[in-house]
């Protein structure tokens, strides 16, 4: 929970400098249609963000927890080299769909921006903000991927080290 939080305020800090550098073509929060209006839509776009930022780091976290779980797992398991990859390969499916999420939300965000429900646009910083995000999963999910590919291949370098593999015994 530490590292997604500082994560998170790494973020945030960096985020807020970009907004003051960019402050004068911001305009996060159009149409807005009286003051009550605007307050309620910075309000639900700012918590809508903070959550999705959230989201990410906590779904980034568990990704490279599962990252350096799998480096560990052919040189410390007691398990025999089936049932390691089979644990591996439960645990990786398991972590993989949770990068949905976050980008399920990205899109409903993207979408939801779209001129056909509003007179809204998206402003650079957001669009950076949102690529940054969907960047991050995909470089997560694609990082998760390779490791289980690594894990098991150690597994079965090992496992043919002792003599004892043969295709039919996966």
Same mark, same amino acid.
């Given at each position: 929970m530490g590292?997604?939080f500082?994560?998170?305020?790494?973020?945030?800090?960096?985020?807020?400098l970009a907004l003051?550098?960019f402050a004068?073509?911001v305009d996060?929060?159009v149409?807005c249609r009286g003051?009550?209006?605007?307050?309620?839509?910075?309000?639900?776009?700012s918590?809508?963000?903070?959550?999705?930022?959230?989201?990410?780091f906590?779904?980034m976290?568990?990704?490279w927890l599962c990252?350096?779980? *799998?480096?560990?797992?052919?040189?410390?398991?007691?398990?025999?080299?089936?049932a390691?990859?089979?644990?591996g390969?439960?645990?990786?499916?398991?972590v993989k769909?949770?990068?949905y999420?976050p980008l399920?939300v990205v899109?409903?965000?993207?979408g939801?921006?779209?001129e056909?429900?509003?007179n809204?646009?998206?402003?650079?910083?957001m669009?950076?903000s949102?690529?940054?995000?969907? *960047?991050?999963l995909?470089?997560?999910?694609?990082a *998760?991927?390779?490791?289980k590919?690594?894990?098991g291949?150690? *597994?079965m370098a090992?496992?043919?080290s002792?003599?004892?593999w043969?295709?039919?015994?996966l």
């Amino acid at each position: 929970m530490g590292r997604v939080f500082l994560w998170y305020v790494i973020y945030l800090v960096t985020f807020g400098l970009a907004l003051i550098f960019f402050a004068d073509e911001v305009d996060w929060f159009v149409p807005c249609r009286g003051d009550f209006s605007c307050s309620i839509n910075r309000f639900v776009g700012s918590i809508s963000v903070l959550f999705l930022v959230y989201l990410s780091f906590t779904v980034m976290d568990s990704v490279w927890l599962c990252i350096s779980w *799998l480096n560990e797992l052919s040189d410390t398991t007691e398990l025999s080299a089936k049932a390691a990859l089979a644990l591996g390969s439960e645990q990786t499916g398991v972590v993989k769909r949770t990068i949905y999420y976050p980008l399920i939300v990205v899109m409903m965000l993207v979408g939801s921006r779209n001129e056909y429900f509003d007179n809204w646009h998206t402003t650079p910083i957001m669009f950076g903000s949102f690529f940054l995000i969907g *960047l991050i999963l995909v470089v997560s999910g694609f990082a *998760l991927h390779m490791a289980k590919i690594k894990a098991g291949r150690e *597994l079965m370098a090992g496992q043919r080290s002792e003599g004892a593999w043969t295709p039919q015994r996966l």
